[in-house]
């Protein structure tokens, strides 16, 4: 099998004094995985490792960079999912560590159960030696400004909501084993314990090996209710190709219930797509010793592996 790696930096509205920052950091993260792949790597450890990279890269909502929520504090959700054996681990509503994918790989990996929140997954972090940080090394000047802002009385909360961020990857490895990773920040100045669609199996993300991996962004609440990231896999179930799987989810989710997002996603035989209904979405993917990449609907670069590693070196 060849390996395939998508990477998402999450739906929504990306202002152009950041596209260059998403751009190079989508594009890190899908190189990252794909080295991981190149190696014999599994598409586990590749989708993990890209998330991390985007976890600690402050231009996304994840990890550091987070939004923050109504009391002005990082809370953190994140999934991982093994399409082998369809084991999966997820962190809700976690503050104060860096990189909570890691977190709920040790979840899928080290505990009978499925999903821990807020204390409970502190301790088990802390039992772990999962290092805490501060909260505030999580919380960048943006972040901070758009909370004040958002708490102004003249703030209107629709225009807020359309920045809705979260990252992912999906992975396929040359055994044919599929992966996802997906975490986030959630939405600005959410309600203290809100727990989003990213910790939640089937909505955040769904692998499987026989049909392919999912990884999903956008308004959360919605992708709740439709349960994008496996209702995408139904569609290539029923035998849609990735990108009309996601563009009939994403498509009825709008219809439904009024929900804007993005999904990525790789089938079991390595085709891929990254497809999204927001004005934007930074994604990044590599298939043959090529990278594609793009940001604005449409919009599809293409450059030889070894070219962007050397300008990424450069
Ligand atoms: N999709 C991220 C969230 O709503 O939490």
Not at 213 to 237: Q, W
Not at 244 to 270: F, K, P, Q
Request: with cysteine; hydrophobic share 40%; proline share 3%.
């Amino acid at each position: 099998m060849k390996p395939v790696i998508v990477v998402h930096g999450g739906a929504g509205r990306i202002f152009k004094e950041r596209e260059d920052g998403s751009r190079s950091g989508v594009t890190r993260a899908a190189l990252k995985g794909y080295g991981i792949l190149k190696q014999g790597g599994s598409a586990l450890d590749a989708v993990e490792e890209a998330v991390v990279l985007m976890e600690d890269d402050p231009h996304f909502n994840a990890g550091c960079g987070s939004v923050l929520n109504e009391k002005g504090e990082v809370e953190m959700d994140a999934i991982i999912m093994d399409g082998k054996n369809l084991s999966s681990g997820a962190v809700s509503a976690v503050k104060c560590i860096a990189n909570p994918i890691k977190l709920a790989r040790l979840v899928m990996e080290k505990t009978d159960h499925m999903l821990l929140t807020d204390q409970g997954a502190l301790a088990f972090a802390r039992a772990m030696g999962v290092p805490e940080v501060p909260g505030e090394k999580l919380i960048t000047e943006r972040s901070l400004e758009r909370w004040k802002k958002n708490l102004e009385a003249d703030s209107n909360p629709q225009e807020f909501q359309k920045d809705l961020g979260t990252v992912g990857a999906v992975a396929i490895d040359s055994a044919g084993n599929v992966a996802c990773a997906t975490s986030t920040g959630g939405l600005s100045n959410k309600r203290v314990g809100r727990v989003g669609d990213t910790a939640c199996i089937g909505s955040g993300g769904y692998a499987d090996n026989a049909i392919g991996a999912t990884s999903t962004t956008g308004h959360g609440e919605s992708i709740m209710k439709v349960v994008l990231a496996r209702l995408t896999l139904y569609h290539m179930e029923q035998g849609k190709s990735p990108e009309e799987a996601a563009t009939e989810a994403l498509n009825s989710m709008e219809t439904r219930v009024g929900g804007l997002g993005g999904v990525i996603v790789v089938s079991r035989s390595g085709d891929w797509a990254a497809t999204f209904s927001t004005k934007q979405m930074p994604w990044a993917a590599v298939k043959d010793g090529q990278l594609q990449s793009g940001i604005h609907t449409g919009e599809r670069d293409t450059q030889p592996v070894e070219k962007a590693l050397s300008s990424i070196a450069s």
